[in-house]
């Protein structure tokens, strides 16, 4: 998944610059992301991660930022008090500029060009994909100012419990959904006043008015995170502070290859992507490398096997980690192995499979005596028409599909499904 720079010194100049440029973020705030996942793997909370398949250098707006943080906040409002659970609420953000390919060459109105991957390599526009080191720049700065409106928006006030109302959008809000929304933000309005009738001072509660939300992407391009890892001589390890939480995907996930290697040599908190193909063994590995104290809270494994293959594929490797006494946060991507390409070409994922690979999830981890400890899913705070089927019943892609990659859940799928996952959540 190396993409091919062309000018070797070029790509040292840029690590060089990255290497001298401040962190995104600093260790305390990794161990503390740390230790809520240790208690996500203990049962004791649940994780919602979540944001776009890639992210762009064009959509790092204000706008963009403000309404994908608005529906994580819906979410997690949702299943915090329709579940009564804590939510560690993670973002795919600020830092979600490479994709992995299958491919090193994709066919673009009959020409033979580079595969796009992403835009902290190449550009999308097909005459634009020799890979340019410099937009690694590019993707911190973008990284770096989405990040601060992120901070912004979740302790400036805006995340506040009595902002619950103001999450909502005027598409969403009339719908069955947005309806349905609604009743629990004035659930929350009525809770609140009744603390506040008890006597409980809401305004001095620093838990009332903000959030902690963390950042994660997938640790793919190895010059950007590893100029981007800084060594902290008080505890006495390496820490890659491009992010809080790191994963790698399904096809970078070799338990000798480069990229886990380099997750193994830091103290954040890292993620596996588990594909159809993973094997007990290969899982034993993981754990071996990526967890050898066995804490909980260091590894997370997000299985995304399909909607039809869950219960037969995910007891063996569950079998696999209680074998190597290990305790991992095990979450749910419903999103990559229910991927099927429509009539007109495009990619799409069907609302109806996401739920099921949810609901097979809990079911499976719940006979297994596991945690199914939460959900890792791609979405968007636009309207638009990528995934098919949910409450509004989307049926046409062509009307908005916007997507640099992958299909995304929109604000109202991704409210449904919250809604679901409580109760899913509520019957354990
Ligand atoms: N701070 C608490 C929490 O993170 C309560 C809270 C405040 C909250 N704003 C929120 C919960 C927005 C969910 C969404 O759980
Ligand atoms: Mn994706």
Request: hydrophobic share 45%.
């Amino acid at each position: 998944q190396r993409p091919p720079w062309p000018d070797p010194a070029a790509l040292a100049q840029v690590t060089a610059e990255l290497a001298a440029l401040p962190p995104l973020v600093v260790p305390d705030e990794c161990d503390r992301l740390r230790a809520l996942l240790r208690d996500v793997a203990r049962g004791q909370a649940f994780l919602l991660q979540g944001g776009d398949c890639a992210e762009t250098f064009a959509a790092a707006t204000a706008e963009s930022v403000r309404d994908k943080v608005k529906v994580l906040l819906q979410m997690a409002v949702v299943l915090t008090y329709g579940a009564a659970v804590p939510v560690v609420k993670v973002g795919r953000i600020a830092g979600q500029y490479a994709k992995p390919r299958s491919r090193p060459t994709e066919i673009v109105d009959g020409v033979e060009v580079p595969a796009y991957r992403g835009d902290a390599v190449n550009a999308a526009a097909p005459a634009d994909r020799v890979p340019d080191p410099r937009r690694m720049i590019q993707a911190y700065h973008c990284a770096t100012a989405t990040l601060n409106l992120v901070r912004a928006f979740a302790t400036g006030g805006y995340a506040g419990l009595r902002q619950v109302h103001a999450w909502t959008t005027d598409f969403v809000r009339r719908s069955p959904v947005g309806e349905r929304y609604e009743a629990l933000a004035a659930d929350i309005d009525r809770a609140l006043a009744f603390m506040r009738a008890c006597g409980v001072d809401l305004d001095r509660l620093a838990t009332a008015h903000g959030v902690e939300l963390f950042a994660s992407h997938e640790a793919l391009l190895l010059e950007y995170e590893s100029a981007l890892t800084r060594w902290d001589g008080g505890r006495g390890a390496a820490y890659d502070l491009s992010a809080h939480l790191l994963w790698v995907g399904d096809r970078t996930r070799d338990p000798d290859g480069a990229h886990v290697d380099f997750l193994a040599r830091v103290a954040n908190p890292v993620a596996v992507k588990l594909g159809p193909s993973a094997t007990p063994a290969q899982v034993t590995a993981l754990v071996d490398r990526l967890d050898p104290h066995r804490e909980p809270g260091r590894l997370t494994l997000i299985t995304r096997m399909g909607a039809a293959r869950v219960r037969d594929l995910v007891p063996p490797l569950v079998a696999a980690v209680q074998a190597a006494g290990a305790t991992t946060v095990w979450a749910c991507d419903p999103m990559h192995g229910n991927t099927v390409v429509a009539a007109d070409g495009r990619k799409t994922r069907h609302f109806d499979d996401v739920v099921a690979e949810v609901r097979a999830f809990f079911a499976v981890h719940r006979e297994l005596g596991s945690v199914p400890g939460g959900l890792h899913i791609e979405l968007t705070g636009d309207d638009v028409t990528e995934c098919l089927g949910g409450h509004e019943e989307v049926a046409d892609l062509g009307v908005r599909y916007e997507t640099a990659c992958d299909p995304r859940l929109n604000t109202s799928q991704s409210l449904e499904l919250a809604f679901l996952v409580a109760e899913m959540l509520r019957a354990g």
